[in-house]
């Protein structure tokens, strides 16, 4: 399997001659973060003149935040996702899932903070299946882009948010795709299990306990276990990536991203 390393050396290699003979080329790479589209200049609902749902985009400096490497149903179907985020950039709507990637080279496989450049269909869809979202709510999607590897980078660090703006699709809409810390927040009851997904719901203060819209913590990235927070668990913080299905979520990469009080 060829990893992101050997791509970027033999990118490297490339761009030389041997010490005889012409003097070496120079690969140039042009900006950090390309000369393409960011994400939140796709994404953000704000700007009128973006490019719409069903556009064919190219997207450049974008970073790996996390691939979705953990399949919690045991079906293959709840993995594969990989969450990319604009280099550099905290700021709403930088963030955004890629459905079905396939990669430049093809035998590539990306972790976070590799840095792509995408080229692919923007979507937003207003259903999963027959599972049918509420009037006004979508899921951002880039569907089967090209991702050309550019360079090994760093995770960017998270952006930190109130819990509360996960309470208003609206609000928490900015923030899907992106690495985000939501800080003091209670788990409301247990955290529960159905068929291998697991969730919690996040109440902070001020918040109704019966809220049908509160946002969850869930295993979608990584073995959470319902047995891993007691009743009405109190946080520090907890980080990870926000995710859409009917709630807004936060997926956790790691059991480090949780913080117990």
């Given at each position: 399997?060829?990893?992101?390393?050997?791509?970027?050396?033999?990118?490297?290699?490339?761009?030389?001659?041997?010490?005889?003979?012409?003097?070496?080329s120079?690969?140039?790479?042009?900006?950090?973060?390309?000369?393409?589209?960011?994400?939140?200049?796709?994404?953000n609902?704000d700007?009128?003149?973006r490019?719409?749902?069903?556009?064919?985009?190219?997207?450049?400096?974008?970073?790996?935040?996390?691939?979705?490497?953990?399949?919690?149903?045991?079906?293959?179907?709840?993995r594969?996702?990989?969450?990319?985020q604009?280099?550099?950039?905290?700021?709403?709507?930088?963030?955004?899932?890629?459905?079905?990637?396939?990669?430049?080279?093809?035998?590539?496989?990306?972790?976070?903070?590799?840095?792509?450049?995408?080229?692919?269909?923007?979507?937003?869809?207003k259903?999963?299946?027959?599972?049918?979202?509420?009037?006004g709510?979508?899921?951002?999607?880039?569907?089967?882009?090209?991702?050309?590897?550019?360079?090994?980078?760093?995770?960017?660090?998270p952006?930190?948010?109130?819990?509360?703006?996960?309470?208003?699709?609206?609000?928490?809409?900015?923030?899907?795709?992106?690495?985000?810390?939501?800080?003091?927040?209670?788990?409301?009851?247990?955290l529960?299990?159905?068929?291998?997904?697991?969730?919690g719901?996040?109440t902070?203060?001020?918040?109704?306990?019966?809220?049908?819209?509160?946002?969850?913590?869930?295993?979608?990235?990584?073995?959470?276990?319902?047995?891993?927070?007691?009743?009405?668990?109190?946080?520090?913080?907890?980080?990870?990536?926000?995710?859409?299905?009917?709630?807004?979520?936060?997926?956790?990469?790691?059991?480090?991203?949780?913080?117990?009080?």
């Open positions: 399997m060829r990893s992101r390393h050997l791509a970027a050396s033999l990118l490297f290699l490339a761009s030389c001659s041997g010490g005889t003979g012409d003097p070496p120079v690969k140039v790479l042009g900006p950090p973060v390309g000369d393409g589209k960011r994400i939140r200049e796709v994404a609902p700007i009128k003149d490019p719409g749902p069903g556009s064919e985009v190219t997207v450049t400096g974008v970073t790996v935040v996390a691939v979705d490497n953990f399949d919690e149903t045991k079906n293959g179907r709840s594969g996702t990989i969450y990319v604009d280099l550099g950039s905290t700021e709403p709507y930088s963030g955004i899932g890629l459905f079905a990637p396939a990669f430049v080279p093809g035998d590539l496989r990306v972790a976070a903070g590799d840095v792509l450049d995408l080229r692919g269909e923007y979507q937003e869809n259903n999963i299946g027959t599972a049918i979202f509420p009037e709510q979508v899921l951002p999607q880039l569907a089967r882009p090209v991702a050309q590897f550019r360079y090994d980078f760093t995770p960017p660090p952006v930190e948010i109130d819990v509360k703006d996960l309470l208003d699709y609206s609000k928490g809409r900015r923030w899907i795709g992106m690495l985000v810390k939501v800080k003091d927040v209670t788990l409301d009851g247990r529960s299990e159905n068929n291998g997904r697991v969730t719901f996040l902070a203060k001020g918040t109704a306990a019966d809220d049908r819209n509160r946002p969850t913590v869930t295993n979608e990235l990584y073995d959470l276990k319902a047995g891993d927070a007691a009743e009405n668990q109190q946080f520090a913080s907890i980080t990870g990536v926000v995710t859409y299905f009917f709630n807004l979520h936060v997926a956790p990469r790691s059991a480090a991203d949780v913080v117990k009080k």
